[in-house]
């Protein structure tokens, strides 16, 4: 099978500080990778470096394109990723603000890729902006509310819909349920499994949580200080940590 | 008039606009940057139209200011008194005989020809002002051809309103490139824009230039299942009995009473004196002009 992303030696430098540096990996379709550490340990940097939102100091992003085949997308040009970034490429963002256009209304944000990809018919765009907030467990009625009138939990899995509607291969994900109560995280973990799956999605997922990475991801790897200390299984590693940091990381988790 | 340069801008200052007029027509729809001046009225008055009109006109030219529609509207009468003063040009309300029209809110409902300039006052050039503030980012989406954000707007009108409901400074699209702001025109004027005059888009707060070259193409944005459409008040006008032209409502008493008279005074006037009486019109035109009534 081809790898849909290969990931090869990206490094990222904020002056003399390391933000990652040699970062490697290969990731298949339908498989999903977690990203595991501290703060500051450079988890969000890269994955903003996969994804093109920040410039990287050297290394490849090969993204297996439909039409191309497996292209670097770091150096593809700025229509192209751009065009990748509303169609074969998700972000979800921690905070559902950043995702989401807070003055226009739910249908609007979901339908905004489609749009952005040429559709022209309201009554298509209004018909799959309300499947999708079905598929996310929102209430049809609430269609026409502008996200602000929503809770956390909703706008986050708002969010989601908005990114998964154009139907994408790949999902980059920063803390999706980072500042949530626990049974809304449960509840948000659960959608996510079953999107993914059903799906057949690819994803990154960047966490510092535990649980989170148990339940979705496939593949761990951990960080910390900007270099990768440890990869593998995700049972592999969080019930045989090898490196001295991921067993620290594993028995930080507070146990009820 | 030996105090001033003709047209008030000193010439190299004539010379910098009518290269950005250039670049405009050249590349229809996108909007150039030019160093605006001070001019010696307020933003909001036209100050980008005026110093387009100044690099436009020659000592030839005649000229006709509206503003809603209207020739005798004070923006219109300052801005044609200005240009009376400055450039001492022949000025006119005939839009017929008229080689430079400056308008603010509409375009003439006379056919324009190959020979005439119609220069628009543009407060926001930005169509996608509203929808994303941060200017780098609206350029970027201008040169990327990024424009699903625009059917966002739409989107949200007909979800909320169950129709189009922009009625003014309605998106265009201009020889399938650029999506342009036609300034604030009824979206009744929008079929109008693709005609045989040159047309100028002034903004002079934002030092925006903007062109639309004649027989241009330029399309209203819409969706399939809801089309765009040009709307006008259900009536004829009450003065000249016109059934095609844009109407502006008056409201004539506080019992309820109102009239619907044409928002382009010359073409009201023109029909009265070819005999045409509306609901509430007089068998003769009156000479003081359209709005007597």
Redesign the interface.
């Given at each position: 099978m081809h790898p849909l992303l290969q990931v090869n030696n990206i490094r990222k430098m904020y002056g003399a500080r390391i933000g990652c540096t040699d970062v490697s990996f290969d990731l298949f379709p339908g498989e999903v990778m977690g990203i595991v550490g501290e703060s500051g340990s450079g988890k969000s940097t890269l994955l903003n470096c996969l994804a093109g939102h920040l410039d990287t100091d050297g290394g490849e992003v090969i993204f297996d394109t439909r039409d191309r085949g497996p292209v670097d997308t770091l150096t593809m040009s700025?229509?192209e990723r751009?065009m990748l970034g509303?169609t074969d490429w998700a972000f979800v963002h921690q905070h559902a603000r950043d995702g989401l256009?807070m003055s226009?209304?739910a249908?609007?944000n979901i339908?905004?890729?489609l749009?952005?990809?040429g559709?022209?018919?309201?009554?298509d765009?209004?018909a799959s902006a309300v499947d999708w907030l079905d598929r996310v467990e929102i209430e049809e009625n609430r269609?026409?509310d502008r996200p602000s009138a929503f809770s956390g939990g909703m706008q986050q899995r708002l969010q989601i819909a908005r990114n998964l509607v154009t139907g994408p291969r790949l999902v980059f994900m920063d803390e999706p349920t980072g500042g949530l109560d626990v049974s809304v995280q449960a509840r948000l973990l659960d959608l996510l499994r079953g999107l993914v799956r059903e799906m057949g999605l690819s994803a990154i997922i960047v966490t510092h949580d535990l649980a989170v990475v148990r339940l979705l991801a496939d593949r761990l790897m951990v960080m910390k200080s900007g270099h990768v200390v440890e990869t593998g299984l995700t049972d592999q590693v969080l019930d045989d940590p090898q490196h001295a940091y991921t067993q620290l990381l594993v028995s930080s988790v507070l146990q009820v | 008039m030996s105090e001033y340069n003709f047209a008030y801008l000193d010439e190299q200052t004539k010379r910098m606009i009518r290269r950005a007029i250039l670049k405009g027509l050249a590349i229809p729809g996108y909007q150039v940057p030019f160093a605006s001046r001070e001019m010696p009225m307020p933003y909001g008055w036209g100050t980008g139209g005026v110093q387009v009109s100044a690099a436009a006109l020659t000592p030839d030219d005649t000229l006709k200011v509206i503003d809603q529609g209207a020739d005798d509207t004070t923006n219109a009468v300052s801005i044609r008194k200005f240009f009376q003063r400055t450039a001492g040009v022949a000025t006119t309300e005939e839009t017929e005989q008229a080689s430079i029209i400056q308008t603010r809110h509409r375009i003439p409902e006379a056919t324009l020809r190959e020979d005439q300039i119609l220069v628009y006052q543009v407060p926001i050039p930005e169509p996608l002002r509203f929808l994303e503030p941060r200017e780098t980012e609206t350029r970027k989406m201008h040169s990327l051809e990024e424009y699903g954000l625009m059917h966002v707007k739409l989107y949200e009108d007909i979800s909320q309103h169950g129709q189009i409901a922009t009625s003014y400074a309605y998106p265009v699209k201009v020889e399938g490139r650029y999506v342009m702001d036609p300034s604030p025109i009824p979206k009744f004027d929008n079929p109008k824009l693709e005609m045989a005059a040159i047309q100028l888009f002034g903004a002079g707060r934002e030092q925006r230039i903007y062109a639309v070259p004649p027989y241009t193409q330029v399309v209203s944005l819409d969706f399939e299942d809801y089309p765009f459409e040009p709307t006008k008040a259900d009536h004829a006008c009450d003065l000249c009995a016109a059934a095609d032209s844009y109407l502006d409502e008056v409201i004539m008493d506080d019992a309820g009473g109102r009239m619907f008279v044409c928002s382009d005074t010359d073409y009201c006037r023109s029909r009265r004196a070819a005999g045409h009486v509306g609901r509430l019109g007089t068998e003769a035109p009156l000479s003081t002009g359209p709005e007597a009534a």
């Open positions: 700025e229509p751009r509303r256009r226009v209304s249908g609007g339908g905004e890729r749009m952005a990809v559709g022209r018919h309201y009554g765009i209004r269609v026409d | -």
